[in-house]
C-alpha cells in the first residue's frame, strides 16, 4: 500500500512537471499575441459579475455571454470614437492654422539668435508622420488580428468560466483551495477597481481640462479637453504631448510667454494632476492598495511590460500583498 501511494505520489508531481513545462512552451509559442490573452482574461475577470446577473435574470449562457463581449466591444469603440471625430470635426482649423504660420521666427538664448524656419520643421513632422503611417499600414494586419483575438478568447472564457474554475479546483490540493479562493477574489476586486480609476481618471483629465483651456483662451476647450482625456488612457505619453504640441504652436506664432504658461499651467493641472494625485488616491479607494505602492506597480508595470502594465503591475502589488497577509494570518 505504502509503494502505492508513493507511485501514485511520484506520478501526480511528474504529471505537474510536465504541465510546468507544457505551459512555458506554450507562453513562447504565443509570446506574440500573450499579452493581448492577458487583457482578454483581465476583461473577462470584470465582466463575470455582469454575465453572471444576466444569468440569474434567465438569460442562457450563450446569450449572456455574448451581451457580455458585445458591451465590452461597444466600449472600446465607444471610447475610440470621440478622438478621431474631434480630430475630423477640428481639420479645418487646424489647416487655417498651418496656413497662417510664419516662415520663419528668431529665439534669443543667452544673447545669440537663432533662427528656426518653419519649412523646415513642417518637412520633418511630416516626414515622422509619414514615417509612423507607414509602420502602422505594415501593422495593420497583425493588430487587426489582435484586436479581432480579444472579444473572441473574452467571448471563451465567459462562456466556460464553471469549466474552468471546475478545472482549476481539481488541480489545486485541499489543503490550498481556500488560498487560491483568496487570490481569485482579490484578483477580481483589483481588476475591477483598476479598470474603474482608469476610466475615472480619464473623466477628471476631462473636466479639469475644460477650465484651464478656457482659461487660456483657446476656444475649442471642450474638444481640447476631450482629447486630454482620452490620452489619460495612453500610459506615459498621456496629455502631456497634447501640452507640448499646443505649445509649440505657440513658439511658432512668436508668443513665447503664452507658451511658457500652457506648459506651466498645462502640465501641472492637465497632465501631472490626474497622474501623479487623483490616480494614486483612486487607487487607495477602489483597489485598497496604498497610493505610493500604486504608483510604483504603475510605473513599474508600464517600463517593464509596455501599456498592458498599468494593469499587471499595480495587480502584482496586490497580489503581493495579498500573500503577505496570508503568510502572516498562519503564524
Known amino acids: 500500500m505504502e509503494n502505492l501511494i508513493k507511485q501514485l505520489a511520484d506520478r501526480k508531481i511528474n504529471l505537474y512537471l510536465i504541465l510546468l513545462i507544457v505551459s512555458l512552451l506554450t507562453v513562447w509559442v504565443f509570446s506574440e499575441v500573450i499579452w493581448t490573452v492577458i487583457l482578454a482574461i483581465t476583461l473577462a475577470y470584470i465582466l463575470k459579475p455582469l454575465n453572471k446577473k444576466l444569468e440569474n435574470k434567465g438569460f442562457s449562457n450563450r446569450v449572456s455571454t455574448a451581451i457580455s463581449t458585445i458591451i465590452s466591444v461597444l466600449t472600446l469603440i465607444v471610447l475610440a470614437i470621440p478622438f478621431f471625430l474631434v480630430l475630423y470635426q477640428r481639420r479645418d482649423i487646424l489647416i487655417g492654422f498651418l496656413q497662417e504660420l510664419p516662415q520663419s521666427f528668431e529665439i534669443t538664448i543667452l544673447g ?7 519649412t523646415q520643421l513642417i518637412e520633418l513632422t511630416r516626414d515622422g508622420v509619414t514615417d509612423t503611417a507607414v509602420n502602422l499600414v505594415q501593422a495593420a494586419p497583425s493588430l487587426t488580428f489582435k484586436l479581432f483575438l480579444v472579444p473572441v478568447l473574452v467571448y471563451a472564457i465567459l462562456r466556460n468560466t464553471d469549466e474552468i474554475e471546475e478545472t482549476m479546483n481539481n488541480l489545486v490540493p485541499d489543503s490550498m483551495k481556500d488560498i487560491v479562493y483568496r487570490y481569485h477574489r482579490r484578483t477580481e476586486e483589483v481588476l475591477i477597481g483598476l479598470y474603474v480609476v482608469q476610466a475615472s481618471t480619464a473623466i477628471l483629465t476631462f473636466l479639469i481640462g475644460m477650465p484651464v483651456f478656457y482659461l487660456l483662451g483657446y ?13 489619460q488612457l495612453i500610459p506615459i505619453l498621456g496629455p502631456t504631448i497634447l501640452i507640448v504640441v499646443l505649445a509649440g504652436f505657440e513658439i511658432m506664432m512668436g508668443d513665447f510667454i503664452m507658451a511658457l504658461t500652457i506648459l506651466g499651467t498645462g502640465l501641472a493641472l492637465v497632465a501631472l494632476l490626474p497622474d501623479l494625485i487623483i490616480r494614486p488616491r483612486l487607487a487607495n479607494w477602489t483597489v485598497g492598495v496604498s497610493s505610493s505602492l500604486y504608483f510604483l506597480g504603475f510605473v513599474g508595470g508600464i517600463l517593464t511590460l509596455g501599456a498592458i502594465g498599468i494593469i499587471i503591475g499595480p495587480l502584482m502589488i496586490a497580489i503581493l500583498l495579498e500573500t503577505v497577509k496570508i503568510i502572516s494570518e498562519q503564524e
Open 219 to 231: 476656444e475649442p476647450f471642450i474638444s481640447l479637453a476631450l482629447l486630454s482625456g482620452i490620452l
Open 112 to 118: 545669440f539668435e537663432l533662427t528656426v524656419q518653419i
